[in-house]
């Protein structure tokens, strides 16, 4: 199994942890360590293997999606997250993008979705299915919304803008490095000047704001 991607699957619905494993047997480069329906099970399996990616369901009984990832946060388990939800509620969604979730997809479209994401997930990149960046998209406040942040995106400047562009390509700091001909700790500084400057606090805001303002941007 070396440099086989090790997956968990954690969801209370039998038929549906059969449908991934089936889709998931297909990629030579997947290992599914085990499915299981709750979040006690999952702990055991996190504890005792090493696991890289966990695709997880919010809603489970004995111990939901949340409480787990507390949990294995709390425990230093080093394993990447992707949820699978039906809801769409933009409360959840960035409660658990502010737990470090790595990716998010709609379970509507899991069997199409979920191979794309594990591969992004893995290549270090942060994966959120095109029905939550619709969400997301219509959850703008019209004109008003728009203009507020064109005005602050007037405070940048031209290599901020650069920069954030790059970002909004999904490019690691050390891409943008490279394609600018500057440096990641210089990178990194003008990730904070056009957090500081766009009112942007937390771990995945600038995220989140290009996600929905993406398609408007540059």
């Known amino acids: 199994m070396k440099n086989r991607i090790n997956i968990l699957i954690v969801d209370d619905h039998p038929i549906f942890r059969r449908g991934l494993r089936d889709i998931l047997k297909r990629e030579n480069k997947v290992n599914i360590v085990a499915d299981v329906a709750d979040g006690i099970d999952a702990l055991n399996v996190v504890k005792n293997q090493k696991i890289d990616i966990i695709i997880l369901d919010l809603e489970m009984p004995k111990m939901d999606g949340f409480v787990f990832m507390n949990s294995i946060k709390h425990q230093k388990i080093d394993a990447k997250i992707i949820i699978l939800s039906m809801h769409k509620e933009k409360e959840l969604f960035d409660r658990a993008m502010e737990l470090g979730v790595k990716g998010f997809v709609n379970k509507e479209n899991a069997i199409s ?12 990149k942060v994966y959120v299915c095109s029905m939550f960046k619709d969400l ?18 007037a405070l940048l400047t031209s290599t901020e803008r650069k920069v954030l562009k790059l970002i909004a390509e999904n490019k690691s700091s050390r891409q943008i490095a490279d394609e600018l001909f500057i440096s990641t700790k210089t990178v990194e500084n003008h990730r904070t000047n056009i957090c500081s400057k766009l009112n942007l606090h937390g771990t995945h805001a600038l995220l989140k704001f290009l996600l929905e303002h993406k398609s408007n941007l540059l």
């Open 113 to 124: 979705d979920i191979v794309e994401c594990i591969h992004a997930v893995m290549n270090g």
């Open 136 to 153: 997301l998209e219509s959850k703008n406040n019209g004109q008003t919304t728009k203009h507020s942040y064109m005005a602050d995106l």
